[in-house]
């Protein structure tokens, strides 16, 4: 099993950056995918971006040149740098982890994000 666990979410003012951490554990595999998913109410949870161990990067267009992903292969720990944050953004953030080797989903339980006008 993998457990993946969030932290940086909050309460920021439209205009500002917060910065989201997704640390995983326990059984690893080394092909794998890890990403953010958000999720409001009444909507369905849609991907914010994914990346690679590779570094390839899948953004969707709402926050295109606004979001940076990243991760450290080594700490198995992806980031979510979020600037120039809008109040459509708040939702609650949830960590992806697609293991590939074999054919395994996981979640973290999710850290709200809060966009004030």
């Known amino acids: 099993q993998v457990q993946l666990v969030e932290s940086g979410g909050g309460l920021v003012q439209a205009g500002g950056s917060l910065r989201l951490s997704c640390a995983a554990s326990?059984?690893?595999?080394?092909?794998?995918?890890m990403g953010w998913y958000r999720q409001t109410p009444g909507k369905q949870r849609e991907l914010v971006a994914t990346i690679s161990r590779g570094g390839r990067t899948n953004y969707a267009e709402s926050v295109k040149g606004r979001f940076t992903i990243s991760r450290d292969n080594a700490k198995n720990t992806v980031y979510l740098q979020m600037n120039s944050l809008k109040p459509e953004d708040t939702a609650v953030y949830y960590c992806?982890?697609?293991?590939?080797?074999?054919?395994?989903?996981?979640w973290g339980q999710g850290t709200q994000v809060t966009v004030s006008s």
């Open positions: 992806n982890l697609n293991s590939i080797s074999d054919s395994s989903l996981y």
């Open positions: 326990g059984k690893i595999f080394s092909i794998n995918v």
